[in-house]
């Protein structure tokens, strides 16, 4: 099975600075045919998760441009550029490559 | 506007069995690979079946093959899990979620709980 590892586990920040999440995975998420299949989701206080970014740098609609996704074939970052109060929850990495899907333990994010 | 609405949770014996269902509007339903994830309380997310467009390919973790059953009606726009010799582990929200070829898990339900206690 392909482990998704997140740090750190919890991230503070204050409103307006940036904040970094990193997801690892145990093997390469580039697919033969160019796509990287690592996928990261937020999930809010008491709500389902949601789509943020697909394919590793794609912004999921309706999601603001402050969200960004990066990476190479194992090593994943999330950025959130001036963080809002609203940006808070879980966020979660997870991959597509192949079966079992996998995700990533959560990074919670907290607003100073 | 896409919408994926769970139903037929609730609390269970151990060894039991449960069904639950998800209603899908908004999109064409028999276009899409449909997926169930859990989430124990307080815990992160454990994907549990996917299942292709016709219904004729279906996917498990190693943790409820054989016990679990997805499946999907598309004359109905609907999604199933058959969940059978239930265990306490699997006590979790259950999602039901749109599982699309570029997207991946784009969209997904409210939830719906299962408690599996005597």
């Known amino acids: 099975d392909i482990v998704m590892t997140q740090a750190p586990l919890s991230v503070s920040v204050t409103p307006g600075e940036s904040a970094s999440i990193s997801c690892r995975s145990s093997k390469s998420l580039l697919h033969s045919n160019g796509i990287t299949y690592v996928y990261w989701y937020l999930q809010k206080p008491g709500k389902s998760p949601q789509l943020l970014i697909y394919r590793m740098s794609n912004l999921a609609s309706g999601v603001p441009d402050r969200f960004s996704g990066s990476g190479s074939e194992t090593d994943f970052t999330l950025k959130i550029s001036r963080v809002e109060a609203e940006d808070v929850g879980i966020y979660y990495c997870g991959q597509l490559l192949e079966n079992p899907l996998t995700f990533g333990s959560g990074t919670k994010l907290e607003i100073k | 506007e896409v919408q994926l609405v769970e139903s037929g949770g609730g609390l269970v014996q151990p060894g039991r069995s449960l069904k639950l269902s998800c209603a899908a509007s908004g999109f064409t339903f028999s276009n899409y690979y449909m997926a169930w994830v859990r989430q124990a309380p307080k815990k992160g997310l454990e994907w549990v079946a996917t299942?292709?467009?016709?219904?004729?390919?279906?996917y498990y973790p190693d943790s409820v093959k054989g016990r679990f059953t997805i499946s999907r009606d598309n004359a109905k726009s609907s999604l199933y899990l058959q969940m059978n010799s239930l265990k306490s582990e699997d006590t979790a929200t259950y999602y039901c979620?749109?599982?699309?070829?570029?997207?991946?898990?784009?969209?997904w339900g409210q939830g719906v709980m299962v408690t599996v206690s005597s």
């Open positions: 299942i292709s467009t016709s219904g004729s390919r279906t």
């Open positions: 979620a749109r599982q699309g070829a570029t997207e991946g898990m784009g969209y």
